[in-house]
């Protein structure tokens, strides 16, 4: 948390603190339920079969008249993913060590690969999950590679390697 008090203001608060460990283990544990949950993206089918586009002419000859619920749903979980992977908030987990923030990279990234894979070790995995899986896999791949690499430091580095060999362990586990 940052507090843009003014100098010398009485009973100013602490200039910055780090969010709370139940704060931030909470915050996972509702993306995991609402966002990444194997049930998290199920549409009704009376609903689906009624999802188009609006019917002004004729003006989509290209992209059809289909809702394309997979491409929305991979676009809305890809955001979140940006988000948590993106260099500055790892790194801020890192540096807010300083302010007693004992949620670290390695705990986030377990939280993360857990929500988006560990459901699934045992049953059959539906569309949105495969598609969910297969992004995060390729985005932490992407983090390592030269180009990109470069913009994590050491400490998200080994953990981005560190859930990749788990990855690969659940999925030879599970063939």
């Given amino acids: 948390y940052v ?3 003014s100098a010398g203001q009485a009973n100013a608060p602490v200039p910055m603190q780090a969010v709370p460990y139940k704060e931030q283990k909470r915050a996972m544990e509702v993306l995991a ?4 949950a194997p049930n998290a993206m199920e549409f009704p089918e009376e609903i689906v079969n009624k999802l188009q586009q609006q019917r002004r002419g004729f003006g989509f000859f290209s992209t059809g008249e289909d809702p394309k619920l997979h491409s929305r ?3 809305m979980q890809g955001t979140i993913l940006s988000h948590l992977l993106s260099s500055s908030v790892l790194m801020r987990l890192t540096d807010s060590k300083y302010l007693g923030n004992t949620y670290t990279v390695n705990e986030m990234m377990n ?3 857990k ?3 560990a459901e699934d070790l045992t049953k059959s995995v539906n569309t949105h999950r495969r598609m969910l899986q297969i992004l995060y896999t390729e985005r932490l791949i992407g983090m390592l ?3 990109r690499g470069q913009m994590f430091d050491p400490i998200t580095k080994s953990a981005i390697f560190t859930q ?3 990855i690969q ?3 030879k586990t599970n063939v």
């Fill in 73 to 75: 749903v991979l676009r």
């Fill in 164 to 166: 990749l060999m788990g």
């Fill in 111 to 113: 939280d993360l690969t």
């Fill in 169 to 171: 362990k659940m999925a």
């Fill in 145 to 147: 590679e030269p180009a």
């Fill in 3 to 5: 507090q843009r008090s």
């Fill in 115 to 117: 929500s988006i894979f």
């Fill in 33 to 36: 339920k609402y966002a990444f």
